[in-house]
């Protein structure tokens, strides 16, 4: 155990676990908040309790200041995220969340990284009703945010296994199993009577407890070879195990996570361990008590180190697998083995088993319609017309899943008449490309991120036609704050963003998410960005191995070490001396 780290995680209690403990089991004061006229936002308070209930309060950055130059307060908005387990909605959702997006919202719909649906610039006055809304379509946003466990994800793609509807269903009980039991969500928002007990009983979180986690915690599960859900990211990660054509169960990983702080070493991204495996029965036993390990020791003083990871490393992975077995009553088989081969998108038609697939590139996720393409208008006629799912992928992609062979010609025409390119035509670099929202809503962004990074695709892409690289595969990631939505820590090539038009520049991840990059050039714009990728990108096309990715090149080429644990991410390596 690292005793310097154990200290840290001892000291006074951060204001927010007061705040929580206070809050009456999430309620706080956020129905009188709504209520208010005279504001369009709500408390402090309020609003980090409302995060709990799957929503943000923001303001549109872009016009802050005039705002208060007018001595106008700022243009506050609220942003809705809908908790969607492994992505999957029906048809009749996607409509409901497209009308909610033009009556309430800015018009556009937000596919994220964690396989959901975000709605931004949402005034107060319609937050409730947006909500309730959503529930007659039942959707629920509860625990989309906040410090608890979030949406879980799930290998999205039924075409890539024959297991994906069982993995699927085990991922949903996941989801089910580790929502919190208190009725504020359904008296806030849909009018439900509040519980009384005339006994004197309290309402209980049996496993989050009064304050809940110490900071958000995030659960994926993933069908090898397939790592779309970037499972080293996650807190907890659930590798299905496919033996003998049966599922046997799963691998456990432990410790991922994305976020740190610019500045501070003692933040860093980290990347999941594999620990054991489990039968597929004791999915939701494990996953619960993974989670009590978190709230039990998770640090509570100092919330830039409060994520799970840095509980295992502080105390050692070893002291995490005997405090875990303890729990269980049993212990964790050995891990079996696995491989997995990328973790992007196959875009197009697919054949199922039963019926076909089709993968649309959605760039950055934003569903909205400009002159020429029409995604928005042609994603709603598809869905009127379409029987089977609407599954949103880990890279802010959309699968149209289990099309029909009679549908499957109506839906192609309305692809051409709409314009909705299938991504083959794009580079493959583009292809593989997130971006998280950043400016101007997110009010942690330093720098700009989905509006930019196809502004500097298309220069990128320049580079990579002339090196004769346009299909080449690169896993490209941009974040507009270190707190890394965008998973970039695992990206080939990664932005974070430092300041307005600055961003850190990180290299060598591994293209199947396997391994954390390391940082490259620091607070660099765009001309240096261009300048320092072009001899690389183009020595890459020259020199690399037979099938060598991009990320492994980097590395074999001296132009950043190997990153083997988060724990050496800030160490200066020899190729930045």
Request: hydrophobic share 35%; glycine share 8%.
């Amino acid at each position: 155990m690292d005793k310097n780290k154990l200290a840290e995680q001892n000291g006074p209690l951060d204001r927010l676990e007061q705040v929580k403990e206070n809050s009456n089991f999430l309620r706080g004061t956020i129905a009188e908040g709504l209520e208010d006229p005279i504001t369009g936002a709500i408390s402090d308070d309020d609003n980090k309790l409302l995060k709990f209930h799957g929503s943000y309060q923001q303001d549109d950055r872009d016009i802050r200041d005039e705002r208060r130059r007018k001595k106008l307060e700022p243009a506050y908005q609220f942003m809705i995220r809908v908790r969607t387990p492994g992505g999957v909605t029906t048809s009749e959702q996607w409509l409901v969340m497209d009308e909610l997006a033009q009556k309430y919202a800015n018009g556009t719909m937000k596919l994220t990284t964690r396989q959901t649906y975000q709605l931004h610039g949402i005034l107060k006055r319609n937050l409730k009703k947006t909500m309730q809304e959503m529930n007659q379509a039942l959707m629920t946003t509860i625990a989309a945010c906040g410090d608890i466990n979030r949406n879980v994800m799930c290998n999205v793609n039924p075409a890539q296994s024959d297991y994906h509807s069982e993995v699927y269903a085990w991922s949903k009980k996941i989801s089910d199993h580790l929502l919190p039991k208190t009725n504020a969500y359904h008296e806030i928002w849909l009018d439900d009577e509040k519980i009384v007990d005339s006994r004197g009983i309290k309402e209980t979180e049996p496993i989050y407890g009064p304050t809940y986690l110490p900071r958000k915690f995030k659960i994926g599960v993933a069908i090898p070879p397939s790592n779309d859900v970037d499972i080293y990211s996650q807190d907890l990660g659930f590798i299905a195990i496919i033996e003998n054509e049966k599922l046997q169960g799963f691998n456990i990983a432990v410790g991922g996570g994305m976020g740190m702080t610019h500045g501070d070493t003692k933040t860093y991204p980290q990347i999941a361990r594999v620990i054991g495996f489990c039968a597929p029965e004791k999915i939701t036993e494990v996953a619960e008590h993974v989670v009590m390990i978190q709230r039990d020791y998770g640090n509570r003083s100092n919330r830039k180190n409060a994520r799970f990871k840095y509980t295992i490393d502080a105390r050692g992975i070893d002291w995490f697998k005997d405090e875990l077995n303890s729990r269980l009553t049993w212990n964790l088989e050995a891990p079996r083995p696995y491989h997995f081969e990328s973790n992007g998108d196959t875009y197009g038609w697919v054949k199922g088993k039963d019926s076909w697939h089709l993968t649309l590139f959605i760039q950055n996720g934003r569903v909205k319609d400009i002159e020429g393409y029409e995604l928005m208008t042609g994603l709603r006629e598809i869905a009127k017309v379409h029987t089977g799912d609407f599954r949103i992928t880990a890279n802010q992609n959309l699968i149209i899943a289990d099309v029909t062979d009679e549908k499957k010609q109506e839906i192609t025409d309305l692809v051409e008449t709409y314009h909705l390119t299938e991504g083959r035509h794009l580079s493959g670099l583009r292809r593989n490309s997130i971006a998280c929202v950043a400016l101007p809503t997110c009010g942690l962004a330093m720098a700009e991120s989905e509006r930019y990074l196809p502004v500097l695709l298309d220069k990128m892409e320049g580079i990579l036609d002339e090196a004769g690289l346009h299909e080449e595969e690169i896993v490209i990631r941009m974040s507009g704050c270190p707190n890394g939505c965008s998973r970039p820590g695992l990206a080939e090539i990664a932005f974070i963003g430092k300041a307005p038009g600055k961003y850190n520049m990180y290299l060598g991840g591994a293209f199947n998410g396997s391994r954390l990059n390391k940082l490259y050039k620091e607070n660099i714009g765009e001309k240096e960005i261009l300048d320092s990728l072009r001899p690389i990108l183009f020595q890459y096309a020259k020199e690399r191995y037979k099938g060598e990715h991009f990320g492994d090149f980097v590395i074999r080429a001296g132009y950043v070490e190997k990153v083997h644990s988060g724990l050496d991410f800030h160490a200066t390596s020899a190729a930045q001396k």
